[in-house]
């Protein structure tokens, strides 16, 4: 089992990851991940423990997870409620999704709402168990069950410990930035919202007095939390649930937040919504992927079986190269593809940049 170097969090660290340098859809071959002490000087000298160098490192996304239908008879055993696609996870050295249910057994349902998700407290304990080290709960399911369900949630993440953005008690909780130090790099990452159903927008905004879902409808508070997150770290991360429903292309909303975001201090921009996959490049000098599409999803068919995993190789602070893995979802859970039918997928993939306004295959 992996485990890294942290700080603040108990990810891991271990020796470097080797990911070929390549650009929109490169190649790599991640290894597991492992602890390695880092050397401390004399006991009797005054100075302080020498600091971790900073290695290499990857970073691994997949898109939107929930345990409804066939899906949640999985979690009688977490260990394995997720397949084959943990050991993906897991060779990462740090790895995250979206959680797109509330974390309870009871609560309100939300008036109006078509779908509403909700899952035990033993789906982090899963995501844990894959290899996933992160996950945002900032999206337009994560208050399905309202204000009880969000307590439940919050009672969960606090009992099991378990990192989750984009949710909190109040608004300074909801948009703080996760830290965490692997490989001597520090990572801050935020989660964030721009997908609400209007009608529930005041119910589930976190505010200064109240508990709720980072929204990054207001984009001077999200542009403010990117740049906080900024101070004191090497690489900041952020997550969105953002886009339209079955559009492969980017909006017009999408690019400008992430250009917004892009100039506030964030080197990886990432997200979804769209169900599918949508395009990913460089913005300059960051990473930007609009739609990760759905990932541990019960009823993904079609188009919506379409998924992968996202591997990043960051170095001195900056991503020098990506990798997007295709995979399709059989049974709600996602299996990477290979030879023929991964290369077209991945061919498919790249031609999504296109509509993306603009990134480009490799960093400038």
Same mark, same amino acid.
């Given at each position: 089992?992996r485990r890294n !170097?942290?700080?603040?969090? %108990?990810?891991?660290?271990?020796?470097?990851?080797a990911?070929?340098?390549?650009?929109?859809?490169?190649?790599g071959?991640?290894? %597991?991940?492992g602890?390695?002490?880092q050397p401390r000087k004399p006991a009797s000298?005054?100075a302080?423990p020498?600091?971790p160098a900073?290695?290499p490192i990857t970073?691994?996304f997949?898109g939107d997870v929930h345990?409804?239908?066939?899906l949640r008879?999985r979690?009688a055993?977490?260990s /394995?409620?997720?397949?084959? @696609?943990?050991?993906t996870?897991?060779a990462?050295?740090l790895s995250?999704? +979206?959680?797109?249910t509330a974390?309870?057994t #009871?609560g309100?349902?939300?008036?109006g709402?078509?779908?509403?998700?909700r899952?035990p407290?033993?789906?982090?304990?899963a995501l844990?168990?894959a *290899?996933?080290?992160? /996950?945002s709960?900032?999206? +337009?399911?994560?208050m399905d069950?309202m204000?009880s369900g969000?307590?439940?949630?919050?009672?969960? @993440?606090?009992s099991?410990?378990?990192p989750?953005v #984009?949710?909190g008690?109040? %608004?300074?909780?909801?948009?703080?930035a996760h830290?965490?130090?692997v490989?001597?790099?520090?990572?801050a990452i935020?989660?964030? !919202?721009?997908v609400?159903?209007?009608h529930?927008?005041?119910?589930w905004?976190?505010?200064?007095?109240?508990?709720?879902?980072?929204?990054?409808?207001n984009?001077?508070?999200?542009? =403010?939390?990117?740049k906080?997150a900024?101070?004191?770290?090497d690489v900041v @991360?952020?997550?969105l649930h953002?886009?339209a429903?079955l559009e492969?292309?980017?909006t017009?909303v999408?690019r400008q937040?992430a250009?917004?975001l892009?100039?506030?201090?964030?080197d990886v921009?990432?997200?979804?919504?769209?169900h599918?996959p949508q395009g *990913?490049?460089?913005?300059? #000098?960051?990473?930007v992927?609009?739609?990760?599409?759905?990932f541990v999803f019960y009823?993904? +068919? #079609? =188009?919506t079986? +379409?998924s992968?995993?996202?591997?990043?190789?960051?170095?001195?602070?900056?991503v020098?190269?990506d990798?997007?893995?295709?995979?399709?979802?059989?049974g *709600?859970?996602p299996?990477l593809?290979t030879?023929? %039918? *991964?290369?077209?997928?991945?061919?498919r993939?790249k031609?999504?940049r296109s509509? !993306?306004?603009?990134? !480009?295959?490799?960093?400038?």
């Amino acid at each position: 089992m992996r485990r890294n !170097t942290v700080v603040m969090t %108990a990810l891991g660290g271990a020796a470097a990851l080797a990911l070929a340098a390549c650009g929109g859809g490169g190649s790599g071959t991640p290894e %597991a991940k492992g602890a390695t002490e880092q050397p401390r000087k004399p006991a009797s000298s005054p100075a302080s423990p020498a600091a971790p160098a900073k290695q290499p490192i990857t970073l691994a996304f997949g898109g939107d997870v929930h345990f409804e239908g066939v899906l949640r008879p999985r979690l009688a055993n977490p260990s /394995t409620a997720l397949g084959p @696609i943990a050991r993906t996870l897991r060779a990462a050295d740090l790895s995250m999704v +979206n959680l797109e249910t509330a974390i309870t057994t #009871g609560g309100t349902k939300a008036p109006g709402k078509e779908f509403a998700f909700r899952a035990p407290p033993s789906a982090l304990k899963a995501l844990k168990a894959a *290899g996933v080290d992160v /996950t945002s709960m900032a999206n +337009n399911h994560g208050m399905d069950y309202m204000d009880s369900g969000l307590r439940d949630s919050l009672r969960a @993440i606090k009992s099991t410990g378990f990192p989750t953005v #984009g949710i909190g008690r109040n %608004a300074d909780e909801a948009y703080k930035a996760h830290r965490v130090t692997v490989k001597g790099n520090r990572l801050a990452i935020v989660g964030a !919202t721009q997908v609400l159903d209007d009608h529930l927008i005041p119910a589930w905004t976190a505010t200064d007095s109240k508990g709720g879902l980072a929204s990054a409808k207001n984009v001077p508070r999200m542009v =403010q939390a990117v740049k906080d997150a900024a101070k004191g770290s090497d690489v900041v @991360i952020v997550h969105l649930h953002w886009g339209a429903e079955l559009e492969p292309c980017a909006t017009p909303v999408q690019r400008q937040l992430a250009k917004q975001l892009a100039d506030a201090g964030a080197d990886v921009i990432v997200g979804g919504h769209a169900h599918i996959p949508q395009g *990913g490049g460089y913005m300059g #000098g960051a990473y930007v992927h609009y739609g990760l599409g759905n990932f541990v999803f019960y009823s993904a +068919n #079609g =188009q919506t079986a +379409n998924s992968g995993v996202l591997v990043l190789r960051v170095q001195d602070g900056k991503v020098t190269a990506d990798k997007w893995k295709p995979a399709r979802i059989s049974g *709600g859970l996602p299996r990477l593809l290979t030879g023929a %039918a *991964g290369a077209a997928e991945l061919k498919r993939w790249k031609g999504l940049r296109s509509c !993306t306004g603009g990134l !480009t295959a490799r960093p400038s």
